[in-house]
């Protein structure tokens, strides 16, 4: 009945209702998305986790009460209160205005990096499962010369190469993470490549290349994308491990691992200034890593139909 | 005889010449490859404007047969010609500007559609590679195939999986109709369908042949749809061709074996109507290690001391119709 | 106790619903059928029919969404639309036996094909010890087990072989294979090994030959034939094949959307079919040596979330009357017909009254 009523709508409505009609299918598919979204309640939970940490990052200057950088060496060391609730730093800075400004630093920091590593791992994993054979011989070769070393380490050793700046912590976590998708993106290439409608396109006499980005692309983003999500949480912790070895931010930038590697030596007195910026960092992989379990269920296939 | 004469007359249009083609399989890093003979020497000619119908078991070929003549699969060896075009002399890009003349519909509805794109774009994107069109143009074409193949306007903008079978199997069609081809093989493509449907489809594709004189090759193991659509039929049996000639020349006079024991297994759908009931013993060999001699004498009922020694060649008994076996039937 | 159609089989009414998230699914609407003992039934129907779900509701084999909701189902002297899981656990695998389309999937892939026979008769006789026991002495546990039983379990590896070879399989060469070492043909064959090993009283099987080569369903058919034949099992036969239904079966059983829209003996089915739906479906089989046009059946299998009202075929229907809309039409005996052809059809060009 209501596929009728709105072919009518089709046959003699405005633009604006054909443009509806066009992307009925999509927006029934989005409604049924948010269905198994609002099914699982710990993927809410990750989410407004995480667009509470959007948010904050968003609006950091406007909720930090203080400046992150400005010292007060009179006031150092000082516990939480009512007006510091974090308390302040061996520099006397606003513990809590650090951390509120950190999250802009790890937004940066897992926006850059994602998309560096997902577009190397999703080339290089396509071109390697889409081809066979030589092919994804060398560039699996290669991908398993980066997954042979310890992860935090290589990156350790690039951050270190290139100088101890947050951009070179990037590049170097970059370098590391594109491995990961690029495993995966073969694995689904493969599986998707062999299939019938990917052969159909063939027939039609599309080149390789529409057929790797435009057809076997989107069949293989999705598991990439949960694995991303997924993996967010631990690009925070590499980059909070490099900034806590001094191979990332650089002191006075308020990056959370930074900050904690500054506290350590007053972790037994003032535990304040490493421990509120480390309960940021595990809330924040919790919200991702529960966002990503929630999305992996919602794609997946045998729960959607 | 009238069928010979005829074949004589008409042009034909594709004339495949000792294909073959052979997997590599390896059991590990090390070890020689094994070679499963999927296509062995095969060689036959489509006639323009006919069904060419190819009938055999799983195993027998068929399937990779219909990919080789396409170039979808490379053959190892063999030729086709397409019209006085040589196919496996194409390079890659040419070949690409060819397909718009030879398409293909295969077996799964369910799985030949990109269950991300919705019908207009799956149509449209043979249009967009092969034409130089507006998306007005595009749209209107997509418009009037869908017409044709029984589907209305307002489809266009959905997704595969609103559909069903026949419906998916119509918009198969249509995407391979709509860059207006001359040959088109046809993989199975009924056998997914339920029996009501598969007669429409059937029906369709015969009014269609008419239409816009196409020509096919049809795969099937079903040999009443072979019956029933086909001119000239294969069998095949383990990548070979073991009989050759017009439907009649294989449901009436029928000189091999294997095929007499084919068209036996077909259980009739009357029950007034007496099954045979000879049933063909065994099960169809592993293609990496073919037996000697005749490739079916392990099961053949008629089996003789020369069946396991020497291969018979595909011979002629009458003009026309071939027969792969050392004691045709009917001779 | 109500009348009696069949006596090994008697399905009235019965219903199925499966509640999803698109609606509710009414899969069956008052299914009809039965059937004697040793007798072969076949059911016929395209896709979505409900056939499968007829076979497995026999079974009591619905799951979650989906459910009976009304209707028996009486197997001799029960009505396994209501019997307690346990004393059902003694009718399933031991009187009744099921074989499936995809064999290999139904084996037990890290198991040899032997053991899992043997593991299947002496699941069958463990239960049928504890169905004697529940009869007599209330509940018994799997330590009650009486000593004869034991003893006779040696017994289960010569009835394994037995069998093996009775479905023309060499028992040597099988009894130790893994169920991905067998070809398809190979795998109904240890599949009906092991469903006729309880000498069950009837053997559903829901499409057996549909993923099998031509010559291989040849054999099979001939195999099964052979077998219930001496062991006089009656067989319900699942099939969207007219040929193996035709002949293959004693009676047939033509289901639409969730009905049997006609039922009767296999000569009057083919011979004089009444229900329009019947009518189409054999006008649409193609067969070897037709001469004549296929014709197809207009329209689509409706969607069961909501299913046209009354007659479930009326959209469809060349012979369309006022009434089919409205009413769900009567499932009546053909009057004219022999009372052994069984002849009843669901369709108001056939009832007289109105």
């Known amino acids: ?297 919602i794609l997946d296939p045998r729960i959607r139909r | 005889m009238q069928a010979s004469a005829d074949r004589e007359d008409s042009d034909i249009l594709i004339q495949a010449e000792h294909l073959k083609k052979l997997f590599a399989m390896k059991k590990n890093f090390y070890s020689r490859p094994l070679y499963v003979k999927a296509v062995d020497d095969c060689s036959f000619s489509i006639r323009k404007n006919t069904v060419f119908g190819i009938v055999g078991e799983s195993g027998s070929g068929k399937t990779t047969l219909g990919r080789v003549i396409l170039r979808l699969i490379e053959a190892t060896d063999g030729s086709v010609v397409f019209d006085d075009t040589d196919l496996m002399s194409l390079s890659n890009k040419e070949l690409r500007l060819f397909r718009r003349r030879m398409q293909i519909i295969s077996q799964d509805p369910y799985n030949s559609l990109h269950p991300r794109k919705v019908v207009k774009k799956l149509i449209g994107e043979g249009l967009q590679i092969h034409f130089q069109l507006s998306s007005q143009e ?176 595909l011979s002629e008994l009458q003009p026309g119709h071939f027969a792969k076996c050392h004691f045709p039937l009917n001779s | 106790m109500q009348y009696r159609r069949g006596d090994l089989l008697d399905v009235s009414n019965l219903r199925v619903v499966f509640d999803t998230y698109a609606g509710q699914v009414k899969a069956l609407n008052g299914v009809e059928l039965w059937m004697n003992h040793g007798e072969r039934l076949g059911v016929v129907g395209e896709t979505g029919c409900g056939k499968s779900v007829t076979a497995l509701s026999v079974m009591r084999l619905i799951e979650e969404p989906g459910r009976i909701t009304e209707g028996s189902i009486l197997f001799e002297d029960k009505d396994l639309a209501t019997l307690s899981e346990n004393i059902l656990n003694t009718v399933r695998g031991k009187d009744i036996a099921m074989i499936f389309q995809e064999p290999v999937a139904a084996l037990n892939p890290v198991m040899k094909v032997g053991a899992q026979i043997v593991e299947n008769i002496e699941c069958q006789r463990k239960s049928a010890v504890l169905a004697q026991g529940a009869r007599k002495a209330g509940p018994v546990t799997d330590s009650g087990l009486s000593q004869k039983h034991r ?39 240890v599949m009906i090994a092991m469903a006729l090993s309880s000498r069950p009283k009837l053997l559903i099987a829901d499409e057996p030959t549909s993923a099998l080569d031509v010559t291989i369903q040849a054999q099979i058919l001939n195999l099964l034939n052979n077998l219930v034949r001496e062991t006089q099992t009656a067989v319900l036969l699942i099939t969207h094949a007219m040929g193996v239904a035709a002949q293959f079966c004693d009676f047939i059983a033509v289901m639409y959307a969730g009905n049997v829209v006609e039922y009767g003996s296999v000569q009057s089915i083919f011979k004089n079919p009444l229900h329009p739906y019947t009518k189409g479906l054999l006008r649409a089989v193609p067969k070897i040596g037709r001469t004549d046009e296929l014709q197809s059946i207009p329209g689509i299998v409706p969607d069961l979330i909501s299913p046209p009202s009354g007659c479930r075929f009326h959209p469809r229907c060349p012979h369309r009357r006022p009434e089919c809309d409205k009413n769900q039409p009567r499932f009546e005996p053909v009057r004219e017909e022999l009372e052994a052809d069984r002849h009843h059809v669901a369709c108001f060009l056939y009832q007289k009254d109105l």
């Open chain 1, 1 to 297: 009945m209501k596929r009728t009523s709105s072919a009518a709508g089709y046959a003699k409505g405005s633009s604006w209702k054909k443009f509806l009609y066009e992307r009925k299918p999509m927006m029934d598919d989005m409604k049924h998305s948010v269905y198994l979204w609002k099914k699982t309640p710990l993927a809410l939970i990750g989410t407004v986790i995480i667009v509470l940490f959007l948010l904050v990052a968003l609006f950091a200057p406007l909720l930090a009460p203080y400046d992150p950088i400005a010292t007060d060496l009179s006031r150092k060391l000082e516990a939480p209160s009512a007006a510091h609730p974090f308390g302040l730093d061996q520099f006397g800075r606003d513990v809590l205005s650090r951390v509120i400004m950190g999250t802009r630093i790890e937004v940066q920091i897992i926006f850059i990096i994602s998309i560096i590593s997902i577009t190397i791992g999703l080339i290089v994993g396509i071109v390697a499962g889409y081809f066979g054979g030589v092919i994804d011989e060398i560039l699996m070769r290669i991908t398993d010369i980066f997954l042979a070393f310890p992860r935090l380490v290589l990156a350790m050793a690039f951050a270190a190469a290139l100088r101890p700046t947050l951009t070179n912590a990037i590049v170097a976590i970059s370098l590391v993470e594109w491995t990961v998708y690029a495993r995966l993106a073969r694995a689904e290439a493969i599986k998707v490549r062999s299939q019938p409608y990917i052969e159909a396109i063939r027939a039609l006499g599309a080149s390789d290349f529409k057929i790797m980005f435009f057809h076997v692309l989107p069949m293989s983003i999705s598991p990439v994308i949960v694995q991303l999500t997924m993996r967010m949480g631990t690009i925070i912790l590499t980059a909070a491990s490099l900034g806590f070895l001094g191979l990332g931010a650089q002191p006075p930038l308020p990056e959370w691992g930074a900050i904690i590697s500054d506290g350590r030596s007053y972790l037994m007195n003032n535990w304040w200034i490493t421990a509120f910026p480390g309960m940021a960092i595990a809330i924040t992989v919790l919200g991702f890593n529960l966002l990503g379990d929630g999305i992996r269920d």
């Open chain 2, 138 to 313: 595009v749209d209107e074409r997509v418009k009037n195939i869908l017409t044709l193949v029984g589907l209305r306007e307002e489809h266009m903008y959905r997704y595969p999986h609103e559909f069903s079978g026949g419906q998916r199997q119509r918009i198969a069609i249509a995407r391979a109709l709509v860059l207006k081809p001359e040959f088109i093989v046809l993989d199975e493509p009924t056998s997914a369908l339920d029996v009501s449907v598969q007669a429409i489809i059937l029906k369709m594709l015969k009014e269609l042949k008419r239409d816009f004189s196409l020509t096919y090759m049809l795969i099937t193991h079903d040999l009443a749809v072979i019956d029933y659509m086909a001119d000239d039929v294969a069998v095949m049996y383990l990548g070979q061709i073991v009989e050759l000639g017009s439907k009649d020349d294989i449901f009436l006079r029928t000189a091999h074996p294997y095929a007499s024991l084919l068209i036996d297994s077909v259980p009739p759908p009357t029950p007034s109507e007496h099954w045979s009931g000879k049933i063909l013993n065994g099960e169809i060999p592993s293609p990496i290690h073919v037996p000697s001699g005749c490739r079916f004498h392990p099961r053949c009922p008629q089996v003789q001391e020369i069946c396991r020694t020497k291969e018979p060649v």
């Open chain 3, 151 to 189: 003893t006779k379990e040696t017994g289960s590896v010569e009835i394994m072989r037995d069998m093996l070879g009775r479905v023309g399989l060499d028992w040597q060469r099988t009894e130790n294979l893994y169920p991905h070492e067998l070809s398809g043909g190979m795998a109904q064959r």
